[in-house]
T-cell receptor, first 112, second 114 residues
């Protein structure tokens, strides 16, 4: 069964304390891995798309990387405004066409 | 730009009542989707549409119906609400199917079924 697992479920960091979030997947026929940010009471907001192992994307304090089995979202010197839930999703090609599967997210809290 | 707008934002229903959630997008996107988000579970696709007048079932379609009479609007209906349909519902749209570029989400509609 195709699965997307995010870890940890929750992460508390001090401001400036860098860390990484993980998204592992057991799917075949990957057609893209997506990272979204979700603030409380709001819909997910697109961050990155990665398509092939070795690919990296950066945006401000965030860097997303992709291997054949997992993706990491690295957060460098986080600030309180980076607090949010980070969702990953994988798009795969199935017999019925494209399918997008979301993970359950990592809830990040950055404290002063 | 408003992006994707969902109404209502909150609703409380009694078991057996019906209601419709409205999603409107102003980006001229061809593709629209309805997801539900529950604690401990990832976003799950209910129904989607690849264009005006077309709809298709997603992962969890039972108990829901949809319509796409106009390109900019995608309606999600509950004919006879059940407590299991208590959830936060998100509408999304994209330029292409499954969003090779971006899925743009609305702010969500929180539904409670008593």
């Amino acid at each position: 069964e195709d699965q997307v697992t995010q870890s940890p479920e929750a992460l508390r960091l001090q401001e400036g304390e860098s860390s990484s979030l993980n998204c592992s997947y057991t799917v075949s026929g990957l057609r893209g891995l997506f990272w979204y940010r979700q603030d409380p009471g709001k819909g997910p907001e697109f961050l990155f798309t990665l398509y092939s192992a070795g690919e990296e994307k950066e945006k401000e304090r965030l860097k997303a990387t992709l291997t054949k089995k997992e993706s990491f979202l690295h957060i460098t010197a986080p600030k309180p405004e980076d607090s949010a839930t980070y969702l990953c999703a994988v798009r795969l090609l199935t017999g019925g066409g494209n399918k997008l599967t979301f993970g359950t997210g990592t809830q990040l809290k950055v404290e002063l | 730009n408003a992006g994707v707008t969902q109404t209502p934002k909150f609703r409380v229903l009694k078991t057996g009542q019906s209601m419709t959630l409205l999603c409107a997008q102003d980006m001229n996107h061809e593709y629209m989707y309805w997801y539900r988000q529950d604690p401990g579970m990832g976003l799950r696709l209910i129904h989607y549409s690849v264009g005006e007048g077309t709809t298709a079932k997603g992962e969890v379609p039972d108990g829901y119906n949809v319509s796409r009479l106009k390109k900019q609007n995608f309606l999600l209906g509950l004919e006879s609400a059940a407590p299991s349909q208590t959830s936060v519902y998100f509408c999304a749209s994209s330029y292409d199917l499954w969003g090779a570029n971006v899925l743009t989400f609305g702010a969500g509609s929180r539904l409670t079924v008593l």
